[in-house]
């Protein structure tokens, strides 16, 4: 349970959106996820092709999972839950998968709540988020806003680690999966102003916001000034992040839970 003063959106900074892409590359790193987005049938949710599309259902996700009702959170289940009945390994896969899994599933969450972690610290925001059981007992809900059970989300932060660790050794990516990550990366998908103006920025800050481990199985390099640039950038739009009033703070993730609301409303697809 959490405190009567607790409020999710402290910890929902827009500018978090810098760290999705990296998200995205850990989530990918468990072969069963990895394979399992890389040969989706979905058309209209794969990123490599609707990169828009599929970014806007993501941030959605997230906005509902963490700052949603419970009401808007099943209706989004259930609407996830379509698209992801489709998503399951044939006799060619690889590596058997189904969307439906919910370890894999409570894998992607504790991707999605080290990624807030992340970009906090590297920001340097004024929130002790690390060891924050609040925070984290909160967080369980990017999960169970899909299938994961309340009871399968690590006990304490202590148990959270020691689940990661012991996760995180099985990543490895093959090459579609790789080669798939780094055009999310590099923004290859995205329309050409985008991709060719703040393709390599976003490529490097992705890389930035890696763990080590990661970054090092996707095959990128970075170096002691590759560090230093990357601390300067982030320190800087957390500077700026704190001294934002919250509605832009909070910005696109509270538009994008304006939208689902919206589409609610109006009986519109959420995803």
């Known amino acids: 349970m959490t405190r009567p003063d607790f409020d999710p959106g402290d910890y929902v900074y827009g ?9 995205v590359i850990m989530q990918l790193g468990l072969p ?11 058309e209209s949710g794969r990123a ?3 990169p828009i599309k599929r970014g806007r259902t993501t941030l959605s996700y997230l906005a509902v999972a963490m700052l949603g009702t419970e009401e808007e959170r099943a209706s989004f289940r259930r609407a996830v839950n379509r698209s992801h009945a489709q998503v399951r390994s044939t006799p060619d896969s690889p590596v058997p998968y189904n969307a439906f899994d919910p370890q894999l599933q409570l894998w992607v969450a504790a991707c999605l709540y080290r990624g807030f972690l992340d970009v906090i610290d590297a920001m340097q925001l004024d929130i002790d988020v690390v060891g924050d059981e609040r925070f984290y007992q909160y967080a369980a809900r990017l999960g169970t806003t899909l299938q994961v059970k309340p009871e399968m989300w690590p ?5 959270f680690w020691a689940y990661w660790d012991r996760t995180a050794a099985e990543i490895t990516y093959d090459d579609d999966t790789r080669g798939y990550l780094h055009r999310l990366a590099s923004f290859a998908a995205m329309p050409r102003p985008i991709s060719s103006t703040v393709g390599r920025l976003q ?20 170096d002691e000034r590759d560090q230093a640039r990357f601390d300067r950038i982030m320190r800087q739009a957390g500077w700026i992040s704190q001294r934002l009033p919250g509605v832009l703070r909070r910005f696109p993730l509270n538009l994008c839970l304006w939208d689902v609301r919206r589409r609610l409303n109006s009986g519109h697809s959420l995803v």
């Open 15 to 23: 500018a978090a959106l810098v760290g999705a892409a990296a998200n």
């Open 32 to 42: 069963p996820v990895g394979r399992g987005v890389y040969e989706s049938p979905v």
């Open 48 to 50: 490599d092709r609707h």
């Open 155 to 159: 006990a304490d932060v202590a148990a």
């Open 203 to 222: 490529l490097f800050l992705t890389r930035g916001m890696l763990p080590p481990a990661f970054r090092d199985a996707m095959g990128y390099t970075w």
